[in-house]
């Protein structure tokens, strides 16, 4: 078993930033590669970012050199800073973890981009 909590979202102006967290807690989540995710209306769910347990990551293009993921394990806690907000960021975020067989998914935490 395993949660995720997410938190940090809300409304901010084009250029804006936020900086999201997800708290995790059931498992040693510092074993596991952890993702960020997003969904916008209509669309389907996109990876984001995601990072390793070593730390490595990885991005999606169109959030290059605008997003940071990271972590803290000691606190069991995944961050995603997004700077130099646009309006297609606009999304509910999701945090995801795989801990084999199964994914575990936070509840979203909404961000909105808008002037």
């Known amino acids: 078993q395993a949660q995720l909590v997410e938190s940090g979202g809300g409304l901010v102006q084009p250029g804006g930033s936020l900086r999201l967290s997800c708290a995790a807690s059931?498992?040693?989540?510092?074993?596991?590669?952890m993702d960020w995710y997003r969904q916008a209306p209509g669309k389907q769910r996109e990876l984001v970012a995601g990072?390793?347990?070593?730390?490595?990551?990885i991005y999606t293009g169109s959030v290059k050199g605008r997003f940071t993921i990271s972590r803290d394990n000691a606190k069991n806690t995944v961050y995603l800073q997004m700077n130099s907000l646009k309006s297609e960021d606009t999304a509910v975020y999701y945090c995801?973890?795989?801990?084999?067989?199964?994914?575990?998914w936070g509840q979203g935490t909404q961000v909105t981009v808008s002037s």
């Open positions: 995801h973890v795989f801990i084999p067989p199964q994914n575990y």
């Open positions: 059931g498992s040693i989540f510092s074993i596991y590669a």
């Open positions: 990072i390793t347990s070593g730390g490595s990551t």
